[in-house]
């Protein structure tokens, strides 16, 4: 009876813990219920004006242009309907919650509960880094990639599975899929490494089984979505946005090898990358099984998807969080000697206050000060310079008015609550990957003049536009390394 009661007071302890990782994790968004700020990042800025869209009965990809998974819009607008500005943050904090539970019961398939929170704490310190304000599609793959690692890690050394979890398994790779495709490097390794291991032993109906009820996952999840975008005319402009932008995207001439293997360093060099790598090695060193192998292949195929596009967004890093996980929590399953594990629990206590801690402590102090930086106030200019062109564009403008920002700046619509003339709401760095997109967006302007130009990009194509439609310069401001310049048709 007291082992029971024991056992329940640890186990509200560790959800404890890992409610307050989540809530310093996602305090980190410029959304969340105590932030002042509400100017949300770039990505998450598009991901939002999407949803205000979808809001008002438009599409994404026929009605708006932009190039992720389709359920990253409905995330943001099942976010926005709880609250415009605030909901998402919900949708993260829960997001997040899920991943770092399934990630502790990952490290809990090898150890105890105390050192499978060490863990966690200590693999989870990269966020700082990698959320760059976060509600972006790393951050809405992290449940499911942690799902599935733990599935299919459980099933590997456990042999534990049902129906349930193989349809579960599916539909976090359709989600993922549905997210943005190079996120999946998880799935291709473990289910190719099931797949060998049920060939290796002949279980040839089980492997049927494995992959009726997978494929039965993966369709709950796309094909509703599928059937939506079909119903309204969208899917065409998915099929077009999502997969061929996409692959021109990746593969931009600009795009140097090089470039790839500076991305690579970048993201394999951080202290807990090289910590998870050596721990990696050592395992593999010690015992060269099955789950140990497919995991070495497995990172190593998650750093190359990360780094095709040779770009070096630390939100990229997001999806290796999960798979930390694992190297640390097995060596101390590989090393069962009171000595070993004694040193082991040391060097994990130690690397946790030089890493972690010092981390969140710093997560903290950050979302502190934003909380503290400046007022919410669309009338006072003084605010941020977003604020005070929202402003601009709300005192020369109604409701039904349409306007334009060129750039790559959303949140003036979403502070503004203007839509864009142009489906093409952002304009860089899509017109240097797709130069037709630059004459389907001025044709769009010269049909429907908008009646504010937010001109944000220096060009020569904007300029004349500008001139020969006798618009008239309203305001300007210092804008990071450009003037943020508003224009009024006169």
């Known amino acids: 009876m007291l082992k029971k009661v024991k056992n329940n007071y640890i186990s509200i302890i560790v959800v404890f813990v890992i409610l307050l990782l989540t809530f310093i994790i996602t305090m980190q968004s410029p959304l969340n219920i105590f932030s002042n700020k509400l100017i949300s990042g770039t990505d998450s800025s598009v991901f939002r004006t999407v949803a205000y869209y979808m809001r008002e009965e438009l599409m994404p990809y026929k009605d708006i242009f932009d190039h992720k998974g389709p359920i990253i819009y409905i995330l943001n607008y099942i976010g926005m309907a709880i609250s415009y500005n605030r909901g998402i943050w919900l949708i993260e904090f829960l997001s997040m919650f899920i991943s770092l539970s399934f990630m502790y019961k990952t490290a809990r398939l090898y150890c105890n509960k105390f050192l499978s929170i060490l863990i966690l704490i200590l693999v989870t310190s990269p966020l700082f880094l990698f959320f760059e304000q976060g509600n972006l599609t790393e951050e809405y793959a992290l449940p499911f990639i942690s799902i599935s690692f733990f599935i299919f890690l459980d099933y590997l050394k456990n042999n534990k599975i049902s129906s349930f979890r193989l349809i579960v398994c599916g539909i976090s790779f359709g989600s ?5 495709i190079n ?14 291991k049920e060939l ?27 059937i939506w975008l079909i119903i309204n005319g969208a899917f065409i402009p998915f099929f ?26 970048y993201f394999m060099t951080n202290s807990i990358s090289l910590l998870v790598i050596a721990f990696s090695i050592f395992n593999i060193y010690k015992s060269r099984n099955f789950i140990n192998i497919s995991y070495i292949i ?55 206050f030089l890493f972690a801690f010092p981390s969140y402590f710093e997560g903290v102090i950050k979302a502190s000060s934003d909380y503290n930086d400046r007022a ?52 860089f760095p899509i017109l240097n990957i797709d130069k037709s997109i630059k004459k389907s967006y001025f044709t769009d302007l010269n049909e429907d003049k908008p009646k504010i130009i937010v001109k944000i990009y220096e060009d020569e194509a904007m300029k004349k536009f500008i001139e020969e439609n006798n618009y008239v310069l309203i305001s300007s401001y210092p804008y990071y390394d450009w003037n943020a310049e508003v224009y009024k048709i006169s």
């Open 240 to 265: 077009e946005s999502y997969i061929l932008f996409n692959l021109k995207y990746t593969s931009a001439s600009s795009i140097t090898l090089i470039d790839k293997l500076n991305s690579m360093d």
């Open 183 to 196: 996120m999946i490097p998880l799935w291709i390794v473990f289910c190719i490494s099931i797949f060998i």
């Open 298 to 352: 497995c990172l190593l195929l998650t750093y190359i998807f990360i780094t095709l596009s040779g770009r070096t967004y630390p939100h990229y890093g997001m999806i290796l969080i999960p798979l930390f996980i694992y190297p640390l929590a097995y060596s101390f399953y590989l090393n069962k000697g009171k000595n070993e594990r004694f040193t082991l629990e040391l060097i994990t206590i130690i690397l946790v």
């Open 200 to 226: 290796k032993d002949k279980n040839i109906r089980q492997l049927l089984r494995f992959c009726l009820y997978f494929i039965l996952g993966i369709l709950i999840i796309v094909l509703p979505i599928f």
């Open 376 to 427: 919410l106030n669309i009338n006072n200019t003084s605010t941020t310079t977003e604020f005070a062109i929202a402003y601009d564009v709300i005192s020369n403008t109604d409701e039904d008015d349409k306007i334009t920002v060129f750039g790559n700046n959303n949140i003036i619509y979403l502070l503004s609550k203007r839509m864009s003339v142009s489906k093409y709401t952002y304009q």
């Open 176 to 180: 993922v899929c549905l997210l943005r």
